[in-house]
């Protein structure tokens, strides 16, 4: 089975950048769709943004919207979060998922999971 390996990540202050990676360990990308999550502290996991990966449509959770940035490279196979402008209340657990389905919403959509990768933004 295909897994998603997680890189990037780690510790920025406020207003900073980050950049998150998502990549199939060379194997082909076989889903149609790839997804990030994240799951703050006390929280639940939500969905922050998606991408298509065929036509690389995007969507993107309101409070990210201009600041991150989903995108894919079908050669290469992965994924990437790019995370600007950074606010303490984006600390969070990142995850990428893989889905047949664009737009999906729920967790059980998504058959496979990244292993996480934690951003921290200090104030």
């Known amino acids: 089975q295909v897994q998603l390996v997680q890189s990037g990540g780690g510790l920025v202050q406020t207003g900073g950048s980050l950049g998150l990676s998502c990549a199939t360990s060379?194997?082909?990308y076989v889903w149609n769709a790839q997804a990030w999550f994240r799951r703050a502290p006390g929280k639940q996991r939500e969905l922050v943004a998606a991408i298509d990966w065929r036509d690389g449509a995007t969507w993107y959770l309101g409070s990210v919207k201009g600041r991150f940035t989903i995108s894919r490279d079908n050669a290469k196979n992965t994924g990437y979060l790019q995370l600007k402008s950074l606010k303490p209340d984006d600390t969070a657990v990142y995850y990428c998922?893989?889905?047949?389905?664009?737009?999906?919403?729920?967790?059980?959509?998504?058959?496979?999971w990244g292993q996480g990768t934690l951003v921290t933004v200090s104030s």
């Open positions: 998922a893989g889905s047949n389905f664009f737009g999906a919403t729920t967790e059980a959509d998504y058959p496979v």
């Open positions: 060379g194997r082909p």
